[in-house]
């Protein structure tokens, strides 16, 4: 079973940074991908950035050029750098792991248990 427990949320003024860490309790290479999602009150989850296991990485429109996925192998964890962060980015912050199987065809999907970001002044 795997699991992946974030952590790094908060409350934060507008401008203001945070970074949030998802630790996978095995190798993170044996996933395909992995991501950072976010789900606002009344809103659905919707995919904040991802990155794949060649290190590949691609944003939401709205957090381009404000936030960095990364990863450390070393430390199976993966990262989300946010910067200049805004109101409309409070949210439940999820990581998520995507494991592909039967060629490819299936995948199968680990969530973490999500923290909580709050951009207020």
């Known amino acids: 079973q795997v699991q992946l427990v974030e952590s790094g949320g908060g409350s934060v003024q507008p401008g203001g940074s945070l970074r949030l860490s998802c630790a996978a309790s095995r190798s993170i290479f044996t996933f395909n991908v992995m991501g950072w999602y976010r789900q606002a009150p009344g809103k659905q989850r919707e995919l904040v950035a991802a990155?794949?296991?060649?290190?590949?990485?691609n944003y939401v429109d709205s957090v381009k050029g404000r936030f960095t996925v990364s990863r450390d192998s070393a430390k199976n964890t993966m990262y989300l750098q946010m910067t200049s962060l805004k109101p409309e980015d409070t949210a439940v912050y999820y990581c998520?792991?995507?494991?592909?199987?039967?060629?490819?065809?299936?995948?199968?999907?680990?969530w973490g248990q999500g923290t909580q970001v709050t951009v207020s002044s």
């Open positions: 990155i794949g296991s060649g290190g590949d990485t």
């Open positions: 998520n792991a995507g494991l592909n199987y039967n060629g490819g065809s299936s995948r199968r999907d680990y």
